[in-house]
Nanobody
Framework: QVQLVESGGGLVQAGGSLRLSCAAS?????MGWSRQAPGKEREFVAA????????DYADSVKGRFTISRDNAKNTVYLQMNSLKPEDTAVYYC?????????????????WGQGTQVTVSS
């Protein structure tokens, strides 16, 4: 069993930046971030392979968000720049312990509890 704990969410003005972190309690392989805005379905944001040589981004965040990982710390990050009000959502970290990389849709074994990101206009 792997536990994922997200941190780094908060309130930021449009154009600002936030860095989300997700610490895993054990070894993980494929990891990613998804988000869910009020009244909407959860959507893919970014994914990173094990050990970190491949990444994938949703079109809506490409060029603004960067996913990275520190394997020694079992931690994945999401650097979010040029934030927009439409980025407001609960952001969830997810991990697979069996798959290093795959094509969308990504399938994960574990999910975190989520961290709120609110971007004001």
């Amino acid at each position: 069993q792997v536990q994922l704990v997200e941190s780094g969410g908060g309130l930021v003005q449009a154009g600002g930046s936030l860095r989300l972190s997700c610490a895993a309690s054990g070894r993980t392989k494929l990891m990613g971030w998804s988000r869910q805005a009020p009244g909407k379905e959860r959507e893919f944001v970014a994914a990173i392979s094990w050990p970190g040589t491949a990444t994938d981004y949703a079109d809506s965040v490409k060029g603004r968000f960067t996913i990275s990982r520190d394997n020694a710390k079992n931690t994945v990050y999401l650097q979010m720049n040029s934030l927009k009000p439409e980025d407001t959502a609960v952001y969830y970290c997810a991990a697979s312990t069996s798959t290093s990389w795959e094509s969308r849709p990504y399938e994960y074994d574990y999910w975190g509890q989520g961290t709120q990101v609110t971007v004001s206009s």
